[in-house]
Every structure is written in C-alpha cells, then in structure tokens.
C-alpha cells in the first residue's frame, strides 16, 4: 500500500507542500504590478543562485527550450560550434545546433566520462572559428558532473564563447557564472528549483549580447532582445507560464532560507548514500568515480535483473518511480533522482523498496543491507561533521 508517489526520477522533482499551496490562487494580469513583482524577485533570487550579474531571462519552455534560444541567438547558419559530450544530452546539444545550420564538431568522451579539459583546449586550437562552445554541466544520462569550471576556463582562455546546459544541476550543485567564465548558463524550473516544469532560466553576459546581434538565425519566440526589452518594463513578451513563476518564487524562497551552501551539501550527501545504498544491493555504480553526480545516481544492475519489471514493480507496488536509461543505456541502467525537496529518508525510502523487490523478483533476499548501508553513509557523514 501507498498513499504517495515517491518520485525519484531526475525531475520533474517533487513539489514541496508551500509550493503546491503557492499556485492555489487565482490567476493575475500576466502585464500588472502583482507580476511584475513577482518577475523582479525571481530574477533577482536565480542570479545569486547563478552567482551572476548578467541578465537573467526567463522563457516560458522546458529546459530545452532555454538551449533551443542559445543556439538561435548566438549561431549563425554554417558557423563552427564545439559541442562538447559524453551522453545523451550532450547528443541533443548536437543535435540542436546542427538544426540550426551550425558544422557542430563533436569533442566525444564515452557514456560514464567525463569531458577532459586538456582535450578540450586541444580541439579549440584547431577550431580557431568556432566562435561558441557548448557545455552539459551534469549529464544526466549517466548521473556524471564534469569539471565545468575547469572547462569554461580552458573555453574562455581560448576566447570562447561559454554556454552551459545546467538544466539539471543548477541551484543542486554550485556554480559560479561570472567567476569560471560562463557566458550563457541555462535551467530548468522543474529540477532543483522545486517548482512544476515550464520555466526555463537563461544568463546572458555582455559578450554573448555582442554576439546576439551579430548572428543570423531565425528567431522569434525565443529572441532574447525581446525577452530582455519586456523583462525591463516587469512584463514577458508572450504570456508567461503564471502559476509555474509562483511555484518557482515560493521553491527560490526555500532554498534561501536554507541556504545555498546547506543545499548543495545536502545534495551531496544524499548523493553518497544513494551510492552506498545501490552498491549495497549489488548494483555497479556507472559514472566514473570523482565525477558522479550530485543529483542523479546511475548504476548498472546486478546480474539477472529485468531493469523493466523492477521499475515496474516498484511503481505499481511501492509507489516508488524511478528511470531507467537513456538512448543507448535504455533496459541496461537505473537512475535515480535525488534533486530539489529530497532528504534522507526519500533516500531510505527507495532504497528499502528497492531491497523488497530484488526479493520479490528473485534476485538477492531483503536482508536490510541496504537501508544498513544508506544509514551508516548517513550517520557517517553526520559523525564526520561533528
Ligand atoms: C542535462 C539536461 N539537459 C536538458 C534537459 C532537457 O530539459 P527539458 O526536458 O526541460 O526540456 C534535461 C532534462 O532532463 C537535462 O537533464
């Protein structure tokens, strides 16, 4: 029996109650002051969690859609882009540009790798055109975060063009825009934000607005002059996603108060007992050690495991939903999702479910060495802090 979804996938992320009870409300002039008010405090909270002084856009689509205007603003038809991958998101970062027209040179690491720095700078100097580099911050196809500090550095000492797709980690694992030289980060609300998909966050520097007036895609929804003229007057300039920018203000108060330096450590510990719960039941951890994430947790399953049937057995009969894999990974790889309103005993929780189903679909008895060792990672990190 279970009276509430755990939702352990890597987002959308599950809504805390405030932000839930934030959106029951009656709709507002999307062009009055209430609004307005509402833009001017979520812009001003998502750059200090971007650690920005650059504008911050917000558009009314998924993650996807704050990529999607990356590339529309800053490529033009035939440019060099280095799109920089090792996962499936990275592959649609690809894919994305090359839609647009762009000769995408793909600097590819496999499935679990991280980007090498030293790799990238290689490959810019023999790029000297390419103008824009495309970055995956946390991959999370395969529960990896790359050294993204590191690579923006390499990026803008080659005097590059930044632009990182952080859908999936920003306000989770830190990042400092302004300080690794970041020119476009983009998020998505539905991650760490704690709020309902359909928001996506774009920063903007001075030189990628240099750059946005001189590239000649097709643009329009996503024009970011536009977004940036109407953001001036407290206004978007379609209507925007109303209820989700409630969610997103009520999520963005929670992570201030507590603290940005607490939610990032709070992360990383529920990363680490995730980690030491699934290597407990036999699960083989699939993103290379010192750069798995801080969000998602990817592992290979133990022999004999129908990665289906386990999914499904834990929906149907714990109410716990995970995912699987992605692309090339799909049946071979489960991920779980540890972003956003999600604290130790979520982690127990899945975990314990997890046990009982190995049990139940005759793969390893439910010993409770699971839960044990979420546990002592739990209590271990708490004696360490001590
Ligand atoms: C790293 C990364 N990039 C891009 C996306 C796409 O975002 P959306 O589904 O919001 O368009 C996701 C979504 O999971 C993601 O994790």
Sequence with gaps: MTFQTQLRIPGPTPLPERVVRSMNRPMIDHRGPEFAAILAEVTAGAKRVFKTKNDLLLLTSSGTGGLESA??????????????????FGERFAALASAYGA?????????????????????LQRHPKARVVLLTHNETSTGL?????????????AERLVVVDGVSSISSIDIETDAWGIDVAVSGSQKGWMAPPGLALVSVSERAWVQQAKARSPRFYFDWKE?????????????PAVPVAFALQEGLRMLEEEGLAN?????????????AGLQALGFQLFAQDGYRSNTVTSALPPAGL???????????????????????MTGKMVRVGHLGAVAEGDVVQVIWAMEQALEELDIAPADGRGVAAVTAS???????AR
């Design 306 to 328: 129908d990665v289906a049937a386990l999914r499904k057995l834990l929906d149907t009969k714990y109410g716990v939903v995970i995912a699987g894999g992605q692309a090339k």
């Design 145 to 157: 975060t790359n050294p993204l500090r590191e690579l923006a550095q390499t990026a803008r000492s």
């Design 263 to 275: 939610v990032y450590e709070r992360h990383a510990r529920l990363a680490r007992a995730t980690q």
């Design 103 to 123: 000769d995408v040179v793909r600097l590819e690491f496999e499935w679990g790798q991280p980007v090498d720095a030293g790799d990238l700078e290689v490959i």
């Design 71 to 88: 590339v529309a603003n800053l490529v033009s038809p035939g440019d060099e882009v280095v799109v920089a991958l090792c996962g499936n």
């Design 227 to 239: 977004a940036k003229t109407w953001a001036d007057k407290g206004m978007t300039p379609f209507t």
């Design 378 to 384: 739990v209590q271990g990190v708490a004696a360490a």
